[in-house]
Structures are given as C-alpha cells and as structure tokens.
C-alpha cells in the first residue's frame, strides 16, 4: 500500500468529475430539487379537499348539525344538492362522494343505530380513504354535540416523544432522501467510471503499473467519498436551514452512516460493472439494484406494514439499515448505542462488498 | 548477456479461441525487437503477456529475470496499449501527472519530465488542454508520452506508428532509435511490413504461431527474398524446415 498512488487515483477522480458540469448537476443540484418538490408536495397549499355533495331529505336539526360540523372540518367543501343533481355531479366528477341524510334522521338513545348512506366513485383509494377519514373524524363529535354542547367528554391529548405535530412527512422523508441519493449516485457514478475504465482500455495501463489492486479500490472508495461527503453535506444543509427539516441529530453521525453507505455502492459498482459492457447496461442495473431498495428500504413505506416474506427481503438491503439509522440520528437524535445493528450491518456489507470488488478486479488479469 | 524478456513455450487461450500457440522467443537488452504479424496473430496477447496485464495459460514469460506479472518489474516497464486508453476528461499534464504520480515520480522531477517530455513529443503548447480535445495523432503522441514519462529500461509499445502521417511516424522511429541507443530495450508490433527494416531483430507471428525470428537480413538471407513482406509470405506458406525458424 503506498499512499502516494492512492492519493494520485482519487485525485485522478475527483478531476475528472470537477468539470463534467452534467454530473456536478447530478450530484448537487438533484437531492435539492427533489427535496423542493417534495417540500412542495406535502407543504404546500395547493391540494384541492376533498369535495362532498349533501343531500339532506328533511331538514331535522340533527342534519342541520352534522352539515354545520362537516363545513368546519378543513379537510372538506361541502356542497349542499338534491339527489339527482348529486348524483349527476359524482358521475362527472364534480363531487367525490355524496351523503345521504334521510329525512327522519334524530336521535333515538337506546334505538338500533341508524344508516346514513355515503356514495363513493371508489375508483381513488386515497379520495376513498380522505372522505371516510373526515367523516369518521366529524360525524360522532357533531352528533355528541348534539346533547353535549362541549363535545366529546373523552378528548385525547397527544404528547411527543419525538418530532411533534408539526411533523410532517417532509420531516420523515428528508432523512432518506439523503442516504438514498448517495447509494443510488455513487453506484451509478463508479459503475459507469469503472467501466469507461475497461472499454477505454486505461485499466489495463493501471494493471501493469506499480499500482496494487487494494490500491485500486482504495482510490476508488476515497475519491467517492469526497463526492458523496459534499453531496450529503449540501443535501443536509438544505434540508435543514433552508427546508427547517425537524433535525436533532449528531452530523459527524449522519457522515458516518454516508460513508459506510459509500463504501458499500462504490464497491457494488466496481463489482457490478464487470457483468456490463456498455453505459446503457450499466442503467439496466438500475431497476435491479436500486429500485428494489427505493421501494423496501422503508423509505415511503414502514417496512412493518410490508408482508411478512417483504419484511425479509427489507432486512437483506443495506439501504433500509442506513434508512433507519438516518433517521434514527436526525428525528430522534439517536447515539450509536442505539445503533451499533446498522452500523455493524453497514460495514458488513460495505466489507462484502470490497471483497467481491478487489476479487474482480483481480480476476481482470487472468 | 541475459536477455531483458525470455518467453517459453507460451500458449494463451481465451475459451475456444487460441491466441497463442507455444511461441519461444528471447529479447537482448538494448536493441528495437519487431513483433509483426497480421491483424488477429496474437502481437497484442504477446505483448499483453509481456507487459504483465495477464497471464500465459502454458509456459513462462520472464522480465528482467523474474516471472510475469511481476510487481517488481511495474516500474521498470513502460507500456503503450494499442488504443490510447487515457483519460479524455483529463489534460494531458494531469493524464501525465496521473500515470508520473503511479509509478513513483516524485513532485519535483515530475514537474521537470512532465514538462520534458510534452516538448519532446512537439504538445508543450497542448498540456493543459483536454485529451478529447486532441487529433489522433496528437492522443497517439499523449500516449506515448505517459509509456516514457517515467524512463523505463523495456519500453513496450503495441502499435505505436498506427494511423500517423509519413512525417510524424518517421519522428517515432526516430525517438525509438534514440531510445534504444541510449541504453533501453524496445519492443514494438506492427503489421506494416517497411517498419520492419528498422527493427534490429524480428519476430514473425501468424495465427498465433511463431513463423522465424532474427535479424532483418537473417530473415531475407533464409527465405531468399530480396524484401521482408515476401519473406513474411514465404514463411506463412511454410516450408517446413523454415516453420523451425532454425535462426533465433
Ligand atoms: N480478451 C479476449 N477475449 C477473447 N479473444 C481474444 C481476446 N483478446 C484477443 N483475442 C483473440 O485472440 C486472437 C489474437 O488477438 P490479438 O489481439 O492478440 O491480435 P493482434 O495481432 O494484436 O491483432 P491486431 O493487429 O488486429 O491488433 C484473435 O483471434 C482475437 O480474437
Ligand atoms: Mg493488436
């Protein structure tokens, strides 16, 4: 191992990436957008409520009540219209669902409980589950309303552990979005580099010269981390002060988990790249090694609301133990006591991974 | 005197492919040895073997003594692939600096040979340009450059001259003649038969088989042609006795 040449071959790297303006783009300029647009997404005010039409049959003071109670639920607009011109609006889309309140609605203490009828286009899950949301929410407090002005006698009062009710799915993303951005970059960016590496032919000028393959992967993964260091560096930065992201966390954590999870793409990459012979299989691995994670890796999904046999494919992706430990470390301000798992998982793979790499390269000079 | 490179016996398959086929062949120190052949005869695989980029499937190729790949030998070895393979993204001071960095230079006399040598090869004006920004020519110059940046004692050059115009390909010879007087050992391939003349010693290759080696004149005096793309012709039909290459 000489220091020198694996100082020379991330510098080499960090050059030739320093004027490529379309992965600098790439690199810095992406997470931040996409972290806007999901900024925008779940905080802007631009999301329609969900409309629902009112057909109230006879005018009694419960119904009266109930669309009183309806119209201050924020979540809806409410439009008050007979049947067949509610009908027609939910079949054109005007509307999402219609309630029906029949004409002898009232309470009845001891009676059997009474129907009233909600129709449903139900071809939009998330419009299905808005309507019956705000109607589970509303209904019962109007309808106690009714003998007891001061509403429900039970109230829950939530209290935080962490984050708070200002914590949105933003807080929660945000985290994730950054460990996902390094693996997924890193990756592609060693992958297609490696194998520009093979098909210009300069792997063979590294082969015979005095540099060892150790120092190969060592070059590689230092070079990559600087990029991936930066990248987090901006992504979290943004998130932070620019996003006001709910953070608590330890950054000298939050680098630790990046470069674990660098250490492990830079070396899928190499590794990787030996079973392409062109940048546009390179990209075909995409929906193999990256997609998978996006999915399981906890990052839109609690991997507990995942099936059992998912569940398990979940715990073999290296990029659900940096999910969970990026956010362990920015919402919850977790130490490394509570997560030595990941981090010994991480490095783990990150180990597998230079053995599998520095194997294929040594297979190069066969 | 030992030779700089003793290949024995040397066969390669790649799969079903055979690229070489039990070729024997020593280099004296100092001197220009051609590797000719046509297009697919194994003059790349040889080199490749030699240079230390793989290994021989049968047989033995020594460096300096020592068997190839040996890390040993990395540093005393300059090595031009047959495609340019440099870095397009990068200058040529920092493709020089790169490779001057890899095989040991130190900051000083980096600086001195990177500046030496892209005066010698006429791209001092160039060293801070971009290599996609370059001619063939100019790639094939920066390439060559990288090979010689750290003054090797075997200087191994796969189809240096390919693609240059008549003046330009002179100059490397010339600079080839330079360098083998000054004490360093060339091996150069070549399936241009009028650069064989310049070689001090030859090696004919064909389908991965070794057809002769020896001197220009040696080879002109067995075969009886007055020029070495006939005697090339006459030893690819392959009188026997001739297929021994009785001279080596
Ligand atoms: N990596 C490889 N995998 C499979 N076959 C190979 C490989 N390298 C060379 N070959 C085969 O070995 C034979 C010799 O190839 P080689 O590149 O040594 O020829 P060459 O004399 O250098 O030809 P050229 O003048 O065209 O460069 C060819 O048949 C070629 O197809
Ligand atoms: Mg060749």
Request: aromatic share 8%; hydrophobic share 50%; with cysteine.
């Amino acid at each position: 191992m000489n220091l020198r040449r694996i100082l020379a071959l991330a510098t080499r790297i960090v050059h030739q990436f320093r004027r490529d303006r379309r992965t600098l783009f790439l690199l810095f300029v992406v997470p931040v957008l996409v972290l806007s647009l999901l900024a925008w997404i779940y905080r802007g005010d631009g999301a329609s409520p969900v409309t629902l039409a009112i057909v109230n049959e006879g005018q009694s003071p419960l119904a009266a009540q109930i669309v009183t109670g309806l119209q201050e639920d924020a979540s809806l607009t409410v439009r008050e219209m007979d049947a067949a011109a509610a009908m027609r609006a939910l079949d054109q889309g005007e509307v999402d669902a219609v309630l029906t309140l029949p004409a002898d609605l009232s309470l009845r203490p001891g009676g059997p409980p009474q129907q009233i009828e909600v129709t449903l286009d139900g071809s939009d899950p998330s419009t299905t589950s808005a309507v019956m949301g705000a109607l589970t929410r509303t209904l019962p407090e109007t309808v106690v309303r009714a003998v007891n002005p001061a509403g429900l006698p039970i109230q829950i009062e939530p209290r935080f552990l962490h984050g708070g009710p200002e914590f949105d799915r933003l807080d929660y993303l945000a985290p994730v979005i950054i460990g996902f951005f390094v693996f997924f970059f890193v990756f592609l960016l060693t992958s297609v580099s490696f194998l520009r590496e093979r098909s210009e032919g300069s792997i063979e000028r590294l082969i015979v010269s005095p540099l060892g393959r150790g120092e190969i992967v060592l070059g590689y993964m230092l070079g990559f981390t600087l990029f991936a260091a930066l990248q987090a560096a901006v992504t979290v930065l943004f998130a932070v002060y620019a996003l006001r992201i709910h953070y608590v966390g330890n950054l000298g954590l939050v680098f630790l988990f990046t470069l674990l999870l660098t250490l492990g793409a830079v070396n899928l990459g190499i590794f990787l790249s030996t079973f392409a012979r062109t940048e546009l299989q390179v990209v075909q691995f995409i929906p193999l090694v990256i997609v998978p994670q996006a999915l399981l890796s906890g990052i839109l999904w609690p991997i507990d609301s995942l099936p059992e046999p998912l569940q398990w494919l979940a715990h073999a992706l290296p990029l659900t133990y940096a999910a969970e430990a990026l956010r362990g470390v920015m919402i919850r301000g977790d130490g490394l006591a509570a997560l030595w798992v990941n981090l010994a998982v991480l490095a783990g793979f990150a180990v597998l991974m230079i053995v599998l790499g520095t194997s294929t390269l040594r297979r190069e000079a066969a | 005197m030992e030779p700089i490179v003793e290949v024995e016996n040397v066969s390669k398959q790649f799969g079903p492919i055979t690229a070489l086929a039990g070729v024997t062949l020593d280099v004296p120190s100092g001197i220009i040895y051609g590797l000719l052949g046509p297009s697919g005869s194994g003059k790349t695989t040889l080199i490749r073997l030699i240079a230390g980029a793989m290994r021989a499937s049968a047989g033995q190729v020594r460096v300096f003594g020592r068997p190839q790949p040996s890390r040993a030998n990395a540093a005393r070895i300059g090595y031009m692939t047959q495609a340019a393979a440099l870095y397009p993204d990068l200058s040529l001071r920092e493709n020089l600096t790169f490779f001057g960095t890899l095989y040991g230079l130190d900051d000083r006399r980096l600086r001195e040979r990177v500046e030496a040598i892209a005066a010698e090869v006429e791209l001092a004006d160039r060293l801070d340009s971009p290599l996609h920004t370059f001619s063939g020519g100019m790639r094939q110059r920066a390439s060559l450059a990288c090979a010689l940046l750290h003054e090797p004692d075997l200087l191994i050059l796969d189809e240096p001259t390919v693609g240059l115009d008549p003046v330009l390909r002179r100059a490397f010879w010339e600079r080839f003649r330079r360098l083998a007087a000054a004490g360093r050992t060339l091996i150069v391939s070549s399936h241009v038969m009028d650069e064989a003349d310049r070689c001090d010693r030859l090696a004919f290759l064909r389908e991965g088989r070794l057809l002769a080696t020896g001197s220009p004149s040696e080879l002109r005096q067995i075969t009886e042609q007055a020029n070495l793309e006939d005697a090339f012709l006459a030893l690819a039909a392959g009188t026997g006795s001739l297929l021994e290459g009785g001279v080596r």
